[in-house]
């Protein structure tokens, strides 16, 4: 067996989205917009959604990440979400990527809280969303490659737990909307 037989096949080049972010300043203000990818070179700060999708066993949603994700390519997200674009109410961001990543719509979006995350690089002011939900999955292959459904403790003690979504699901947890925390 050659040396190129051993060899882990390479990762696929990240997909960075051509789409105008929303910017804001450290106190969370609008300050004007930037492509993905310049918001994420200079890391700036920007609004993210959260949403935690919870079914009636009280389980919530784990998505593993494709490859060609431009941050954390193949981690495990405990929410649905993503960037709010530029000029978007957050809780419309919040619906479109509910309805674009798992293919949910029309459910009651319940807003929870408000973080900031800070860290690796990003500054992202976290607005978390919960929804109760058990219906059919349709998961959109550009981003999420699989979905298993964990008990809140069980998903926090994953490895590979992006660590925004794992921010959001403890904050959810010690609010109590989670169940009874550890």
């Known amino acids: 067996m050659t040396d190129d037989a051993l060899a882990p096949e390479p990762l696929p080049a990240p997909r960075i989205a051509d789409e105008s972010i929303q910017l804001v300043d450290a106190r ?3 300050c004007g917009s930037a492509p993905r990818a310049t918001m ?3 890391r700036y700060w920007h609004r993210a959604t959260y949403i935690v999708v919870r079914n009636a066993a009280g389980d919530i949603c784990v998505q593993r990440r494709t490859l060609t994700k431009e941050v954390f390519p193949g981690g495990l997200d405990l929410a649905a979400g993503g960037v709010v674009g530029a000029g978007e109410a957050v809780h419309l961001a ?3 990527e509910l309805a674009e990543e798992l293919g ?3 459910v009651p979006l ?3 809280l ?3 995350h800070a860290a690796g690089g990003h500054h992202i002011f976290g607005s978390a969303y919960l929804v109760d939900y058990d219906g059919p999955l349709r998961l959109q292959a550009e ?3 699989e979905a298993s459904w964990h008990s809140p403790a069980e998903a926090l003690a994953l490895d590979g737990v992006t660590p925004d979504t794992r921010q959001a699901v403890e904050a959810l947890w010690r609010a109590g ?3 009874e925390a550890p």
């Open 110 to 112: 319940h807003h929870v």
């Open 104 to 106: 949910i719509v029309g």
């Open 143 to 145: 981003e999420v490659a």
């Open 177 to 179: 909307r989670l169940g």
């Open 94 to 96: 919040a619906r479109r």
């Open 40 to 42: 994420r070179r200079y």
């Open 28 to 30: 969370n203000r609008p």
């Open 114 to 116: 408000e973080f900031v």
